[in-house]
């Protein structure tokens, strides 16, 4: 293999339909290794060197730091203003061996064989070429070792009670997401995509989020009333003549009206792969 900077390089061409917007990283800053990475947790140990693809704010990473010290985390996302709220979480928690840097999983640089672990948490659902990204995700990764990924399957996510407003929140999200590059059933197609990206040792597994008590219908309801409405999933929508302000509106009342029905449930399945790189 050849090092990255000597290879043609794909980019980016997805535009990622959530953006920052707050109400976007409440959900981001809320996950864990424990709750978005338990597929992953039995493969690491101390003095492993990772790879964090689309670390977001930094939550998840900070975690895996934790785990592996004192290996290193390397943490990348493809938005630079992000990796500061990153920056200042690993401080918050004194974690002195991770380092950070504004990358595109389509053609990361770094040379082959640089990491011991790969891992994307809700990253391949918004990637113009989920494919080339696990490619390269395998390129850095060391023989023996593992890239992980997990991806949420908006065409799975279950709730009660039922809502049109919301069946009409899903086939919009689904139209934005598609028109923006992305591909919001990703969880589905995990599998299928590691096998064309050349994996042929796979493991696929499925878990999901759950949300019952009165706080979390509160907060997930919340933040996606807030999402439809502010966030640059919103201008997306309106500017792509897919929905209109008073519809997002609309579908923004009916979050919150399901919200606080007390025998409220949402929940929000997963793929994951662990695919072992020979």
Not at 49 to 60: E, Q
Not at 78 to 85: E, I, R, S, W
Not at 195 to 217: Q, S
């Amino acid at each position: 293999m050849t090092h990255a900077a000597e290879r043609p390089k794909a980019h980016e061409t997805a535009v990622y339909t959530h953006g920052h917007h707050e109400s976007v990283l409440r959900s981001h800053t809320w996950r864990t290794a424990a709750n978005s990475a338990a597929y992953l947790l039995g493969s690491l140990r101390p003095g492993l060197d990772v790879l964090d693809v689309g670390c977001g704010p930094g939550t998840i990473t900070a975690d895996l730091a934790a785990l592996v010290a004192p290996g290193r985390v390397t943490a990348v996302d493809a938005a630079g203003d992000v990796l500061a709220k990153a920056r200042a979480t690993a401080a918050e928690r004194g974690l002195e061996n991770v380092e950070f840097a504004v990358a595109d999983v389509h053609a990361l640089d770094f040379p082959d064989d640089s990491f011991d672990v790969v891992h994307a948490h809700q990253v391949l659902q918004h990637v113009g070429d989920p494919v080339q990204a696990l490619r390269e995700m395998r390129r850095v990764c060391r023989p023996g070792g593992i890239v992980a990924a997990r991806d949420s399957d908006y065409g799975a996510f279950g709730w009660y009670p039922e809502r049109p407003a919301l069946d009409g929140w899903l086939d919009l999200y689904h139209r934005v997401a598609r028109a923006n590059g992305g591909e919001p059933d990703a969880g589905r197609r995990l599998f299928s995509w590691a096998r064309h990206a050349g994996f042929t040792d796979v493991t696929a597994t499925t878990t999901a989020w759950t949300f019952t008590t009165p706080d979390e219908r509160a907060w997930w309801s919340g933040l996606w009333a807030d999402r439809t409405v502010d966030s640059s999933y919103a201008d997306l929508a309106v500017g792509g003549g897919h929905a209109t302000r008073a519809g997002l509106t609309e579908i923004g009342e009916a979050w919150r009206e399901w919200g606080t029905q007390e025998d409220a449930c949402f929940f929000v399945p997963h793929g994951e792969i662990l695919c072992r790189v020979p």
